[in-house]
T-cell receptor, first 116, second 114 residues
Framework: GAVVSQHPSRVICKSGTSVKIECRSL??????MFWYRQFPKKSLMLMAT?????????EQGVEKDKFLINHASLTLSTLTVTSAHPEDSSFYIC????????????FGPGTRLLVL | AQSVSQHNHHVILSEAASLELGCNYS??????LFWYVQYPGQHLQLLLK??????LVKGIKGFEAEFIKSKFSFNLRKPSVQWSDTAEYFC????????????FGSGTRLLVRP
């Protein structure tokens, strides 16, 4: 089946620094990828849709200048958390639509971000 | 706006007990429905999905779900749970006019006692 990877799996950073998280589709191409945020003991919240070759589409309430998304190629999307604050600490998960029809999403393993 | 509600936040069962997890969604149009599972320390995996056709769908590991359109529901069931079913279960909806965006329910944490 389709595989999505994320790097890094965990990151700890100081407040005020920026952190880049990569999402790769390993054995298929993805013109669209999705970024989610999962709070402890809560559900996944869709943050934005990453589009290859064009700007990302952000969900309401998500700061696009805070969470920069770049879909550099058909297999790579990156999420950069800029000027990170402790409240940005969370679990970030990406997904990509599968090969057949796109309705089924394949999820990456997630990146746990801790901002001190 | 679309939303998904999962009624049970925590469920504790003994092995061999039957399981039913509720899921309701709000959206007036055509939807695709999913159940995802997240085992401890692992990433989300698709359990089953409904796109069209027979409203009773069967997934992996003996799970099934029934789409009842009139009730906007897509409840997950398993006749006999195992310890290895301990995980978090998420119901999700994708409106067919929303470019594959998934809206998730709040999740249900299932603990199966041996």
């Amino acid at each position: 089946g389709a595989v999505v990877s994320q790097h890094p799996s965990r990151v700890i950073c100081k407040s005020g620094t920026s952190v880049k998280i990569e999402c790769r589709s390993l054995d298929f191409q993805a013109t669209t990828m999705f970024w989610y945020r999962q709070f402890p003991k809560k559900s996944l919240m869709l943050m934005a849709t990453s589009n290859e070759g064009s700007k990302a589409t952000y969900e309401q309430g998500v700061e696009k200048d805070k969470f920069l998304i770049n879909h550099a190629s058909l297999t790579l999307s990156t999420l950069t958390v800029t000027s990170a604050h402790p409240e940005d600490s969370s679990f970030y998960i990406c997904s990509a639509p599968g090969l057949a029809g796109g309705e089924t999403q394949y999820f990456g393993p997630g990146t746990r971000l801790l901002v001190l | 706006a679309q939303s998904v509600s999962q009624h049970n936040h925590h469920v504790i069962l003994s092995e061999a007990a039957s399981l039913e997890l509720g899921c309701n969604y709000s959206y007036g149009g055509t939807v695709n429905l999913f159940w995802y599972v997240q085992y401890p320390g692992q990433h989300l995996q698709l359990l089953l999905k409904y796109f069209s056709g027979d409203p009773l769908v069967k997934g992996i590991k003996g799970f099934e779900a029934e789409f009842i359109k009139s009730k906007f529901s897509f409840n997950l069931r398993k006749p006999s749970v195992q310890w290895s079913d301990t995980a978090e279960y998420f119901c999700a909806v994708n409106a067919m006019d929303s470019s594959y965006k998934l809206i998730f329910g709040s999740g249900t944490r299932l603990l199966v006692r041996p």
